[in-house]
């Protein structure tokens, strides 16, 4: 089966860091992508990167462009998000999902990740 665990949120201040990490197992892991979207309290998801495990071709929303970097270590079977320069409407629960199979990552197909494991929280304070 696969799963997916996403971990390393926390409560941060404006400005800090955090480091999330997706461990990923029941499949090939680079022959697909995992990306991250998130969910603020009262609002949509918001997709925000993912990354093609197969050639490393990554995704950015326009949202988090230039604060988060998303990065993998194939070794691990594990993905991760930087999360730099947090401001308090990051605040949300942050989920990691992967495609079935070879996937190219975008705007609209982050969307339609196949599988997505429990999130973690992020709370940004002001």
């Known amino acids: 089966d696969v799963q997916l665990q996403a971990s390393g949120g926390g409560l941060v201040q404006s400005g800090g860091s955090l480091r999330l990490s997706c461990a990923a197992s029941?499949?090939?892991?680079?022959?697909?992508?995992i990306g991250w979207l998130r969910q603020a309290p009262g609002k949509g998801r918001e997709g925000l990167s993912c990354?093609?495990?197969?050639?490393?071709?990554?995704y950015y929303g326009d949202a988090v462009k230039g604060r988060f970097t998303i990065s993998s270590d194939n070794a691990k079977n594990t993905v991760y998000l930087q999360l730099n320069d947090l401001k308090p409407e990051d605040t949300g629960v942050y989920y990691c999902?992967?495609?079935?199979?070879?996937?190219?990552?975008?705007?609209?197909?982050?969307?339609?990740?196949?599988?997505w494991g429990k999130g973690t929280q992020v709370t940004v304070s002001s």
């Open positions: 029941g499949f090939t892991f680079d022959e697909h992508a």
């Open positions: 999902g992967s495609s079935r199979g070879l996937f190219f990552c975008d705007a609209i197909s982050i969307y339609g990740l196949d599988y």
């Open positions: 990354i093609n495990l197969s050639d490393g071709d990554t």
